[in-house]
């Protein structure tokens, strides 16, 4: 066997080495991910991301819309306010991507610029969008979103308040409590079996 061969042979070893171990570290983060999934973890702290839901919901209040109450990331991370496709932001061109979301939205551009803040500050902390349900005028948060979304993957974040305490029949009876911190409760289908650690 020539050097050539014998360097070849090496690079390959370390090319397959390699490979298995960013595979490794991918089941490993995945199999992470789906127990994190059962508990409330955030980049920030619970009280500042309490805060931001807060707002949140108030800013989806204000919008002139009043047919549906939602944003979310989609895949491809383009933003939709109340279904509405609002783009995505490009490095450098902030300004513009508010003045898109004023014009959609009827918010001032303060309200916008807050608007879009707060939809990147949620997501850094895993909540990829909200909608607000029709019957009981909350806003459900989605948690840690998979990208197959499948039904015993629903993971929600809602802020417990007054308004939400009284709220009683099938539809909280369709949920069940995984976790709470502070005034946030993570919610889950009733139906599905919660893996715990």
Avoid: W
Wanted: aromatic share 12%; glycine share 4%.
């Amino acid at each position: 066997m020539g050097l050539m061969e014998l360097m070849i042979k090496n690079k390959l070893q370390t090319v397959s080495v390699f490979v298995l171990l960013v595979y490794v570290l991918i089941v490993e983060s995945c199999a992470k991910n789906s127990e994190n999934r059962n508990e409330i973890v955030f980049n920030n702290s619970v009280a500042m991301v309490q805060d931001s839901v807060k707002l949140m919901g108030h800013l989806l209040d204000q919008i002139n819309d009043a047919e549906v109450k939602n944003f979310f990331f989609d895949n491809e991370e383009y933003l939709f306010i109340n279904n509405k496709k609002i783009g995505r932001m490009a490095i450098g061109d902030k300004i513009s991507f508010i003045d898109t979301v004023k014009n959609v939205t009827g918010l001032n551009e303060i309200e916008s610029f807050k608007f879009v803040s707060l939809a990147l500050f949620l997501k850094n902390n895993f909540i990829s969008g909200c909608f607000k349900h029709r019957i009981f005028g909350i806003y459900l948060y989605n948690y840690k979103v998979t990208l197959e979304n499948a039904y015993e993957d629903q993971r929600y974040i809602m802020v417990v308040e007054e308004s939400t305490k009284k709220i009683k029949g099938s539809y909280v009876e369709s949920y069940q409590i995984v976790d709470r911190k502070e005034d946030l409760l993570l919610i889950a289908p009733a139906d599905i079996k919660i893996r715990r650690p």
